[in-house]
């Protein structure tokens, strides 16, 4: 029994290390894997800016508008003379609200 398991695992051992070789057998160039996409990103980009030859219908061309953005008023300028003339308000007192005294609170008053 002990020679069959043995022979399962060297087995399993071997078709692991022949998996790993097969994956390594490929050629993996990572710089070269980043220089075709982008190329491949830029490619499309180059021919649509590249200019109208001679001879072409420039009404085929159809240019794109500018995209019209509205902002908002801007604020008025600020003067700082306005900002020291005028007077600081004075700050309003705060009235605070009155105890009210609790009837229990007299009684244990008057019974100690």
Same mark, same amino acid.
Not at 1 to 22: F, T
Not at 24 to 33: E, G, H, S, W, Y
Not at 103 to 110: L, Q, T, V
């Given at each position: 029994?002990?020679?069959?398991?043995?022979?399962?695992?060297?087995?399993?051992?071997?078709?692991?290390?022949?998996?790993?070789?097969?994956a390594?057998?490929?050629?993996?160039?990572?710089?070269?894997?980043i220089?075709e996409?982008?190329k491949?990103?830029?490619? @499309? +980009?180059?021919? *649509?800016? #590249? $200019?109208?030859?001679?001879?072409?219908?420039? &009404?085929?061309a159809?240019?794109?508008a500018d995209?019209?953005?509205q902002?908002p008023e801007p604020p008025p300028?600020f003067? @700082? +003379?306005?900002? *020291?003339? #005028? $007077?600081?308000p004075a700050?309003?007192?705060? &009235?605070?609200?009155?105890?009210t005294?609790k009837?229990?609170?007299?009684?244990?008053?008057?019974a100690?």
């Open positions: 029994m002990r020679e069959a398991e043995l022979h399962d695992l060297k087995k399993q051992v071997e078709d692991v290390g022949g998996s790993v070789q097969a390594t057998k490929v050629d993996f160039n990572p710089i070269q894997t220089r996409e982008l491949g990103v830029t490619a @499309p +980009a180059a021919a *649509a800016t #590249a $200019p109208l030859a001679l001879g072409t219908d420039a &009404a085929a159809t240019p794109v995209p019209v953005i902002l300028p003067d @700082p +003379a306005e900002l *020291a003339a #005028a $007077p600081e700050p309003e007192p705060v &009235a605070k609200p009155k105890r005294r009837k229990a609170a007299e009684a244990d008053g008057d100690a």
